[in-house]
């Protein structure tokens, strides 16, 4: 496992966000899992074999090019679904950093995003 600064850019009904972390990155053969904080609770990402999962106390969602599942949220000791379907999951492998590319419908009406989200590992001490 390694540090490492991860960069989310969302593009949603028009608009960009961008969020950066520090985290932990810890790569395989097949893929990577990544660590960080995000509004108080922990995200961990896993991308393996075409399919990223992300996993946090309010939040789980798996992304899986052409599948519908569900987005699960927890508040409040209740939890609900969200229809989720994948357009396009895809990750790039560089030298000096890593690049998810998501596409997704999320909701009925279904909102479009589209993540782009840049791992680049770094040996900085925490």
Do not use: W
Request: charged content about 30%; some cysteine; hydrophobic content about 35%.
């Amino acid at each position: 496992m390694e540090h490492c600064e991860i960069e989310i850019r969302t593009h949603t009904a028009g608009k960009v966000s961008l969020y950066r972390a520090k985290g932990f990155l810890e790569t395989g053969e097949t893929g990577l899992c990544v660590t960080y904080p995000h509004e108080g609770e922990n995200v961990v990402l896993r991308f393996e074999e075409n399919v990223l999962v992300m996993e946090r106390t309010s939040l789980s969602m798996r992304f899986a090019r052409g599948e519908a599942t569900k987005a699960l949220i927890r508040t409040a000791g209740r939890e609900g679904t969200l229809p989720l379907r994948t357009r396009y999951c895809a990750l790039e492998r560089s030298q000096d950093h890593h690049k998810i590319t998501l596409k997704y419908e999320l909701g009925e009406p279904a909102q479009k995003f589209i993540l782009s989200i840049r791992i680049v590992p770094s040996s900085e001490e925490r």
